[in-house]
């Protein structure tokens, strides 16, 4: 068992001080009550911090450093279990994958690439007129985002090539998706379609539920989660871990001691 975390001690040290004795407040300026001040000053501000002892709240943000995990177990092909010096930590190995794939997929559509993967057959998109006229008016804006679309006439559009990292056999899906957007709400800006766009290549590559991963994959995904710049949600907005503190534990199984008790019960 993990010894539970002692309260913060106020620690009072002896004051040997002769009083100082002042007549009207005007007096609170001088030097002698300046100098107890600054010797004093210490035990005073250990005093502020003293009610430290209620439950510390688990706050979950991006500023928090983010745990060292040592894997224990996958649970139902799900979820992932690790333990760290602060407890135990159950993680959804889809989210935190999503938030894995979601940064690296970010970059990658930031970078302005030439490297593209040249498809063997060409895919061939046809819309309506109207439709046709709404994508040619976006067109360098798709390509923006490594959508080449090349006007194939008569409301046709072909793609011959696409950026490497996209997902081999969802090429079309994937192009299809994206033209859609467009079509539903052009005025989007290119940051926001790189991000709607990162967070579906994240989620059409992620591993779902029931997917056992062996301890190779579990450990490389825990490493490569606590690399990320928000490692705590998916990009979704989802907790990629849930945290038991180990005094969280030490509650739940009453191994907490009661102070009326003495040490009776030995654990
Ligand atoms: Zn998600």
Redesign the pocket.
């Known amino acids: 068992m993990a010894p539970k975390k002692p309260a913060p001690v106020v620690k009072h040290e002896p004051v040997n001080y002769t009083p100082i004795i002042i007549n009207d407040s005007s007096q609170l300026a001088s030097a002698e009550i300046k100098e107890w001040d600054q010797k004093y000053q210490p035990t005073k501000t250990k005093e502020v911090e003293a009610p430290v002892t209620e439950p510390v709240e688990i706050k979950e943000t991006p500023e928090d450093k983010f745990p060292t995990l040592s894997y224990l177990a996958q649970m139902h092909g799900t979820y992932l279990l690790a333990q760290a010096a602060d407890g135990l930590y159950l993680i959804d190995q889809?989210?935190a994958q999503?938030?894995c794939k979601y940064e690296y997929y970010r970059t990658e559509i930031g970078k302005v690439s030439p490297a593209k993967q040249e498809l063997l057959v060409p895919i061939i998109l046809s819309y309506p007129t109207a439709e046709s006229l709404k994508i040619t008016e976006n067109i360098d804006k798709l390509a923006q985002l490594g959508v080449e679309l090349e006007d194939f006439g008569q409301n046709t559009f072909i793609v011959r090539r696409h950026p490497i990292w996209f997902k081999k056999g969802q090429e079309e899906d994937t192009i299809k998706e994206m033209v859609e957007w467009f079509l539903v709400d052009h005025k989007l800006t290119i940051a926001q379609f790189r991000e709607k766009t990162a967070?579906m290549m994240?989620?059409k590559r992620?591993i779902k539920a029931n997917h056992h991963l062996d301890e190779f994959q579990a450990k490389s995904l825990l490493e490569q989660l606590a690399k990320c710049e928000n490692p705590f949600n998916?990009?979704?907005?989802?907790p990629t871990l849930v945290h038991f503190s180990n005094s969280d534990l030490e509650h739940m199984f009453k191994r907490i001691q009661d102070p009326h008790q003495g040490n009776s019960h030995e654990m």
Not at 234 to 238: I, Y
């Open positions: 889809h989210a999503e938030r967070i994240s989620c992620s998916c990009p979704h907005g989802r």
